[in-house]
C-alpha cells in the first residue's frame, strides 16, 4: 500500500524541535478553547463530516477521553479502537492496524501505543495527519502542552522559572515532552529521583537541564512541582527501593514546606500515598490536577484544529 504523503506540520508526533513561536501559538488557542470546555462559551455549530480515528492500544482514561471529547466539540465524529477486543489481540501489528483504520477514510489518526516510536510508523504507513497521544517511553505531546498551558496560566511567563519533575525520568513520556516545551519555553527543568531512574547524562543534554536526586536539597527552589507515577508496566518497579514515598513522595510534610502558589501538578493516574499524599490531591488550590484535565480538552482541540482544518478547506 503506498501513502499518501501529508504536511509534516498538520501531525504532532513530539514536541521536540517546535519553536517558541509555534509552541506559544499553541498555548493560545488552547487558552481561548478553555471557556468553550468550562461550557460557558460555544463554537459555531459544524457538522464537518471529519471522521477522526483514535487508536488506543495502551490503557487509557485522561487521554482518550480528553481526544474523544475534543473531537466531538471540534463538530468531528470519532471512531475509537481499543487494543482489548480488536484484532491487535490476534497479533496484527500496529502499521496493518493503522492502514487499515485509515483506508476507512479517516481525516486523522490519534494513537495510543506501547510502542517507542509507534506514532511516527503510523505516519509514515498511512499519510494522515498523526498525533501522538503517548508512544511507550518516547513523548506524549499534547500532555506536555496541557502542563505548559496550566504553568503558564498559574505562573505568568515560563522563562527563568525552575520546574522540578519528580519521578521516574527515565521512562517517562510524559517527562520528555516536558523538558522540551518548557526549556523551549524559557524554563529551566530540574529532574528529580533516584539514581537509576533519573541517570546524571539528562543534564548533558542541555543547559536549562539539571538533574537532583535529593528532592530536600531542591525542593524549595522550585516554581512548580510535577510529580510522576513509577511506570510499574515498563518494569521500573525493579529500580525503586522500599522508602520512595520517604525519598521522593509529595507527602503533606514536604507540601507545607512550599511557599504559597507553587502549585503542584501531576498527569495522572496518581498512586496515593505514593508518589502523592492525599492531603496533598485534595488541596485544590495547591494541586492542578483538575486543572490539567481541562486543559487537556482544549489543548488537543488546539492540536486537532492544526492537523484538520486545512484538510477541510481544500
Ligand atoms: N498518563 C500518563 C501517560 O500515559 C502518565 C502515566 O501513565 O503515568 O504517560
Redesign the pocket.
Known amino acids: 500500500m503506498r501513502p499518501r504523503m501529508t504536511d509534516p506540520n498538520r501531525s504532532l508526533l513530539t514536541l521536540r524541535g517546535l519553536d517558541a513561536g509555534t509552541l506559544t501559538s499553541l498555548l493560545d488557542r488552547t487558552e481561548s478553547l478553555l471557556p468553550v470546555v468550562r461550557g460557558v462559551a460555544q463554537l459555531p455549530r459544524t457538522d464537518s463530516g471529519a471522521v477522526v480515528g483514535l487508536l488506543f492500544l495502551e490503557n487509557?482514561t485522561?487521554?482518550r477521553c480528553s481526544f474523544e471529547t475534543a473531537v466531538h466539540r471540534l463538530g468531528h465524529q470519532p471512531v475509537v479502537l481499543t487494543g482489548q477486543g480488536s484484532s491487535v489481540g490476534k497479533g496484527e501489528s500496529l502499521s496493518d492496524t493503522a492502514a487499515n483504520i485509515a483506508a476507512m477514510g479517516m481525516q486523522a489518526l490519534v494513537v495510543r501505543t506501547p510502542l517507542s516510536g509507534g506514532a511516527a510508523l503510523v505516519a509514515r504507513v498511512t499519510g494522515v495527519p498523526t498525533i501522538n497521544a503517548?508512544d511507550g517511553r518516547h513523548e506524549?505531546p499534547t500532555?506536555g502542552l496541557l502542563d505548559a498551558s496550566t504553568l503558564r496560566s498559574h505562573l505568568g511567563s515560563l522563562k527563568g522559572k525552575r520546574i522540578l519533575i519528580v519521578g521516574d525520568i527515565l521512562n517517562s513520556?510524559?517527562a520528555r515532552s516536558n523538558i522540551h516545551a518548557l526549556t523551549t519555553l524559557g524554563a529551566t527543568v530540574v529532574l528529580v529521583g533516584p539514581p537509576p531512574l533519573v541517570p546524571w547524562v539528562f543534564a548533558e543534554c542541555a543547559p536549562q537541564i539539571e538533574v537532583a536526586h535529593d528532592l530536600d536539597a531542591v525542593l524549595e527552589t522550585a516554581d512548580a512541582i510535577m510529580m510522576?507515577?513509577i511506570?510499574l508496566e515498563r518494569s521500573a518497579g525493579k529500580s525503586v527501593a522500599s522508602d520512595y514515598r520517604a525519598a521522593f513522595g509529595m507527602t503533606s510534610t514536604r507540601a507545607s514546606r512550599l511557599p504559597e502558589g507553587v502549585p503542584v501538578l501531576h498527569?495522572?493516574?496518581i498512586n496515593r500515598g505514593v508518589e502523592l499524599d492525599d492531603e496533598v490531591a485534595a488541596d485544590l488550590a495547591r494541586c492542578l490536577v483538575l486543572e490539567q484535565v481541562a486543559r487537556g480538552v482544549s489543548a488537543r482541540m488546539a492540536v486537532l484544529e492544526r492537523g484538520l482544518v486545512p484538510a477541510l478547506s481544500t
Do not use: A, W
Open positions: 487509557s485522561r487521554t503517548g506524549h500532555q513520556r510524559v510522576l507515577r511506570q498527569p495522572g493516574p
